[in-house]
């Protein structure tokens, strides 16, 4: 798939079949992560794949906007040390995850992490180091339906040429 077709089918998916997603994909998918933009090189991410079918439940039953994790194959969380750029580098490494995981076929979401009042108690759950800031957790999983990107707001809506 080429990036643009990536960036125009990827949508939010809520739903998966119970297919699990391979070790190798995990992999490309967290390398993908890595590979992100980083303010003055620091990379300050750190990421929890988790499969296990228990901690996926309790991780839906903590994030209340994702509850929906219990269902999926596996959930990426992705924590970022706590520098002045954590939350545009840990941004930019989940919209990264999300990108490859649409490319390779997988249905994915991301579900806030950053100042929400259940970051707590994930991090304590996948025991993070007290210095790591959650960022995201991406659902992941074979969509068991196709969804479509809804963008409601056309290109020459939202593009201005030198100024507003």
Not at 27 to 39: C, G, I, Q, S, Y
Not at 148 to 161: A, F, M, S, T
Request: glycine share 6%; aromatic share 8%.
């Amino acid at each position: 798939m080429e990036t643009f077709d990536a960036i125009q089918k990827r949508a939010s998916v809520r739903e998966y079949k119970t297919d699990p997603v391979d070790k190798a994909l995990l992999e490309k998918l967290v390398d993908a992560a890595r590979r992100a933009p980083t303010a003055r090189a620091v990379e300050p991410w750190e990421f929890v794949v988790v499969e296990n079918r228990a901690t996926l439940k309790k991780i839906g039953e903590i994030a209340q906007s994702g509850s929906f994790i219990k269902d999926a194959a596996c959930c990426i969380a992705v924590f970022c040390s706590d520098t002045k750029y954590y939350l545009e580098d840990g941004s930019a490494a989940t919209e990264n995850i999300l990108l490859a995981a649409r490319d390779s076929g997988l249905g994915a979401c991301w579900v806030a992490g950053d100042k929400k009042p259940y970051t707590g108690e994930i991090s304590k759950l996948l025991g993070a180091k007290p210095d790591l800031k959650l960022v995201s957790l991406i659902s992941l999983g074979w969509p068991k339906k196709d969804v479509k990107q809804l963008k409601n707001r056309k290109l020459d809506e939202v593009i201005h040429w030198e100024r507003f």
